[in-house]
């Protein structure tokens, strides 16, 4: 954590939750996070109860993430959801290019920077996923994925844009895994990404950009994930899912 950066902790509740279920869950965890300011708290339910939370929330210190987009405006492009829906939803952010996304779905570097092109075009502000796979890895693979995934997914979008976006490292092994990266392990990636982000663009951008860590972040793990320099924030499926694990997690000491 560096005090100049404001911790951003966003719940992804993936394919979870029901409308009443997602509002029932907002409505417990916003009294639990009351007076929180000095973090940013952010939920991202599935699209269809992303209206019913953004009632829920309305007036709270919570803001909303939708969990993917589509890059162009409108039109034939049946099941997908474009920004203009997302913003008319209530959502400040969206999740882009998460790794069950890529790995389930076929997304690439190239659709996440277009969706990346849209969102800031028309907003949104993007929560980007990077982050390689345990074979990667072990096959002394880490730098060169991340370096391929932050360059191709912020492809083409100028610094002030990028004061916009919030970078997310999620390790694939550690997702809904259990298997947590351990606090160096993740540091490390962090300061890679950051020296990345600096290659690219001069002005600070790199030193104000929040990269969140994300891959079985728990109540019992988050304060020494956070207490590393370059890690600003967490991104939780599992323990977002209730309202009191989440809530530890937003109030981490
Ligand atoms: C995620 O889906 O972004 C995630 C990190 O999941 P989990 O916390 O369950 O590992």
């Given at each position: 954590?560096?005090?100049?950066?404001?911790?951003?902790?966003?719940?992804?509740?993936?394919?979870?939750?029901?409308?009443?279920?997602?509002?029932?869950?907002?409505?417990?965890?916003?009294?639990?996070?009351?007076?929180?300011?000095?973090?940013?708290?952010?939920?991202?339910?599935?699209?269809?109860?992303?209206?019913?939370?953004?009632?829920?929330?309305k007036g709270?210190?919570?803001?909303?993430?939708?969990?993917?987009?589509?890059?162009?405006?409108?039109?034939?492009f049946?099941?997908?959801?474009?920004?203009?829906?997302?913003?008319?939803s209530?959502?400040?952010y969206?999740?882009?290019?998460h790794?069950?996304?890529?790995?389930?779905?076929?997304?690439?570097?190239?659709?996440v920077?277009?969706?990346?092109?849209?969102?800031?075009?028309?907003?949104?502000?993007?929560?980007?996923?990077?982050?390689?796979?345990?074979?990667?890895?072990?096959?002394?693979?880490?730098?060169?994925?991340?370096?391929?995934?932050?360059?191709?997914?912020?492809?083409e979008?100028?610094?002030?844009?990028?004061?916009?976006?919030?970078?997310?490292?999620?390790?694939?092994?550690?997702?809904g895994?259990?298997k947590?990266?351990?606090?160096?392990?993740?540091?490390?990636?962090?300061?890679?990404?950051?020296?990345?982000?600096?290659?690219?663009?001069?002005?600070?951008?790199?030193?104000?950009?929040?990269?969140?860590?994300g891959?079985?972040?728990?109540?019992?793990?988050?304060?020494?994930?956070?207490?590393?320099?370059?890690?600003?924030?967490?991104?939780?499926?599992?323990?977002?899912?209730?309202?009191?694990?989440?809530?530890?997690?937003?109030?981490f000491?």
């Open positions: 954590m560096n005090p100049k950066r404001i911790p951003i902790i966003a719940g992804n509740w993936k394919m979870n939750k029901t409308t009443g279920e997602a509002k029932d869950l907002a409505a417990k965890l916003a009294p639990l996070v009351t007076g929180v300011k000095d973090r940013e708290i952010v939920l991202g339910p599935p699209f269809t109860a992303l209206h019913a939370v953004a009632s829920a929330v709270t210190n919570i803001s909303l993430a939708a969990q993917n987009m589509h890059w162009e405006d409108k039109g034939a049946t099941g997908e959801i474009s920004a203009e829906m997302l913003l008319d209530g959502c400040k969206v999740i882009i290019g790794s069950e996304r890529r790995q389930y779905f076929g997304e690439t570097d190239e659709t920077n277009k969706k990346m092109k849209q969102a800031l075009k028309k907003g949104l502000f993007p929560i980007m996923c990077v982050g390689e796979t345990l074979t990667e890895r072990e096959a002394g693979k880490l730098n060169e994925i991340i370096s391929r995934q932050v360059s191709g997914g912020r492809k979008i100028a610094a002030d844009d990028m004061k916009k976006v919030v970078i997310a490292y999620e390790p694939v092994w550690a997702i895994t259990g947590t990266a351990t606090p160096e392990q993740a540091q490390e990636v962090h300061a890679l990404i950051r020296q990345k982000v600096k290659e690219l663009y001069t002005g600070g951008i790199a030193e104000g950009l929040r990269i969140q860590y891959g079985s972040v728990t109540p019992d793990n988050v304060s020494s994930l956070m207490a590393k320099p370059d890690i600003d924030g967490a991104l939780v499926g599992g323990a977002s899912l209730k309202p009191e694990s989440f809530a530890a997690l937003v109030n000491k």
